[in-house]
């Protein structure tokens, strides 16, 4: 596994190469950071054209580097491209006349109960140990393998599937204690 310094080397060498590996370990953490900037704006099509945009800046401002962080500069320009995206989109609100509906009360019914849903395991999370909720929140949130996990936290591939067992048993016991699951 090449280290970052060496990957950005060999990326302002233009290598290819370099850059392949960066898009196959960052994709998934780009692709949260659009995704969750977009909010209400986010469908995978548009997802993947800002992530591709991303990377293509990372390869045509290779030369300018000036940083040792790659994740650091890549969350950065992922959440301002996000940003840009949304700002692009000016939606005018015009004025609703008094028979039009604006949504299911289904839906707002189901944004609330996701709403709390995400508060509930926030709320789990929280008294968890930091390591056990960073394992459960790359697996489940960012969709990471548990390759992805083991290379990015430098921690056994083993390690990371026993850890993300007895996480997800403490998570389980924990909304049991709050009735989430009787």
Sequence with gaps: IMNEKKQLLLLQKSSEKALEILIRKYTAYVSTV??????????????????????????????????????????????????????????????LSEDAIVCSKDNVFDKLEQKEQNAVISAALSRMKPKDQELLIRYYFYNQTVKQISEETNTNIGTVKSILSRARQKLKAILDEGGYFK
Excluded: C, P
């Excluded at 977009?38 to 997802?47: E, F, K, Q």
């Excluded at 650091?72 to 301002?80: E, I, P, Q």
């Excluded at 996000?82 to 989109?89: D, E, L, M, P, V």
């Design 34 to 95: 659009v995704y969750n900037q977009l909010g209400n704006y986010a469908n995978r099509t548009i997802v993947e054209e800002l992530v591709s945009d991303v990377f293509l800046a990372m390869w045509e401002n290779r030369n300018k580097f000036i940083t040792d962080s790659v994740k650091g500069w890549l969350g950065v320009t992922a959440r301002n491209k996000a940003k840009n995206y949304i700002r692009s989109q000016k939606i005018v609100f015009e004025e």
